[in-house]
């Protein structure tokens, strides 16, 4: 029976049980497809995170309990600080993704990440499905290829935001992110992606890709503080600089344990 060597990390925090919990593997190659999902699945955490050699850097991918992810970024946080400071891997870490070239540097916040600038495409119209979420009201809107994104009035808005999980489903293939300028932080946010088997996501890096710029346009600066305001909850310190943007956070090592494969 195959036996592999898998890590939990808390990405997104510098303290157990908070942030937001991904699992990962490090392999010499990738095991079947099915078998990955099956591991995912079988953890049922927002993400398992796969990573492999490639010879001048490292081949990314992660999956959620139902399918393979096009982008995560508390789970490449969690990759990072399995190959630095779970392996002793120094310098930069460089990830071939679905979204590109994913570099990581050792901060003093823990780790930087250098993530690809997806620019929200603002709304003129809203979609039906997003109405029947969130009424007839003025609703400020903008999307990127993987998710729709909504403005609400404060923070307090943010909170107490209950989701109508079979709604959010409608707005397939696309999930859904709230977020509205912070008390504490320049700005907030909740994720909800039912279709990804994720009801709430507790920290979401790769949403920041689409938040900091818009963030940034609105309240005319380019480095800001983010929290997602989860149950669990997670900070992220964000730069966007032109075509990149840069997140930096920190992680804790929960797990380390043996899986034992067919």
Not at 84 to 101: K, P, R, S, W, Y
Not at 118 to 144: M, Q, T, W
Not at 212 to 228: E, M, R
Request: hydrophobic share 45%.
């Amino acid at each position: 029976m195959p036996e592999l060597t898998m890590y939990q990390v808390d990405a997104f925090t510098n303290a157990l049980f908070r942030g937001n919990p991904a699992a990962v593997l490090v392999l010499d190659d990738w095991l079947p497809e099915a078998i990955m999902q099956n591991i995912a699945a079988e953890n049922n955490l927002a993400e398992t995170a796969f990573v492999r050699p490639n010879g001048g850097g490292w081949d990314l991918r992660w999956f959620t309990p139902v399918h393979e992810a096009p982008f995560c970024g508390h789970a490449t946080l969690a990759t990072s600080h399995v190959l630095a400071h779970e392996m002793g891997i120094d310098g930069q870490l460089v990830f071939e993704t679905q979204v590109g070239t994913l570099r990581v540097d050792r901060s003093n916040d823990g780790y930087r990440l250098d993530f690809p600038n997806f620019p929200p495409d603002i709304l003129s119209e809203i979609p039906v499905p997003l109405r029947a979420i969130f009424g007839p009201g003025e609703v400020k809107a903008f999307r990127n290829f993987e998710n729709m994104f909504v403005e609400l009035a404060d923070e307090r808005a943010v909170v107490n935001f209950v989701p109508d999980l079979p709604a959010i489903l409608k707005l397939d293939p696309l999930s859904l992110v709230i977020t509205a300028r912070g008390d504490e932080h320049d700005f907030v946010s909740r994720y909800f992606a039912p279709l990804a088997g994720i009801p709430e996501d507790p920290v979401t890096g790769s949403i920041h890709a689409t938040l900091v710029p818009y963030w940034a346009q609105k309240l005319g600066k380019t480095n800001l503080s983010a929290f997602q305001r989860s149950s669990r909850g997670g900070h992220l310190l964000c730069e966007l600089k032109g075509d990149r943007v840069l997140l930096s956070g920190s992680a804790v090592t929960f797990m380390k344990a043996q899986i034992y494969l067919p």
